[in-house]
Antibody, heavy 120, light 107 residues
């Protein structure tokens, strides 16, 4: 059974930084693209970033480019998202999701999410 | 970015009813269209990928169809556990984009 467990969410001040982690199990982690998708309180889903199986190719939504960095440790089956220069509008539950292939056209399963709150 | 527009935004239906949700895309997505279900306080669940491919474990009362820029999710014989918000998502180009969601309430 595929399991994804996010951690690292916290309350942080504007301009601050965080590192989110997603521990994966139940599948061959190194052969699938992975992604982060976020959901602001009471709002819909927003794709944030995807990463190729090797970790060599990354994609970001425009609003986080230059501020967020996605990475992975295939040896330890873990996905990361480094968040810097955080803004109030980054407040959301951040979900880790398995891509459907090496490209991540679709996402599933998802982890339970970790809450990032940006506030002074 | 490919705009995704779902309709209706919300709907109320009874157990046993059939329900259809529509997703219109701003440009063609070549069939790269998925549907997700999210119940309150839980993570989204992938129901259908590639327009009509039902994911493992998803009940057969869910079906997807469409082409070009218009796609539909149909739930036949609604069940109480189908009370949720449903999202469409295009997987054709970056950035991946989602519809705004359709909230389904069971009367």
């Amino acid at each position: 059974e595929v399991q994804l467990l996010e951690s690292g969410g916290a309350l942080v001040q504007p301009g601050g930084c965080l590192r989110l982690s997603c521990a994966a199990s139940g599948f061959t982690f190194s052969t699938y693209a992975m992604a982060w998708v976020r959901q602001a309180p009471g709002k819909g889903l927003e794709w944030v970033s995807s990463l190729a199986p090797s970790g060599g190719i990354t994609y970001y939504t425009d609003s986080v480019k230059g501020r967020f960095t996605i990475s992975r440790d295939n040896s330890n089956h873990t996905l990361f998202l480094q968040l810097t220069s955080l803004r109030a509008e980054d407040t959301a539950v951040y979900y880790c999701a398995k891509g459907d292939s090496s490209v991540a056209s679709y996402f599933g399963p998802w982890g339970r999410g970790t809450l990032v709150t940006v506030s002074s | 970015d490919i705009q995704m527009t779902q309709s209706p935004s919300s709907v109320s239906a009874s157990v046993g009813d059939s329900l259809t949700i529509t997703c219109r895309t701003g440009q063609t997505v070549n069939g790269f269209l998925a549907w997700y279900r999210q119940t309150p306080g839980t993570a989204p669940q992938l129901l259908i990928s590639a327009t009509s491919t039902l994911q493992g474990g998803v009940p057969s009362r869910f079906s997807g169809s469409g082409s070009g820029r218009e796609f539909t999710l149909t739930i036949s014989s609604l069940q109480p556990e189908d009370s949720a918000t449903y999202y469409c998502q295009q997987g054709y180009s970056l950035p991946r984009t989602f519809g705004q969601g359709t909230k389904v309430e069971i009367k």
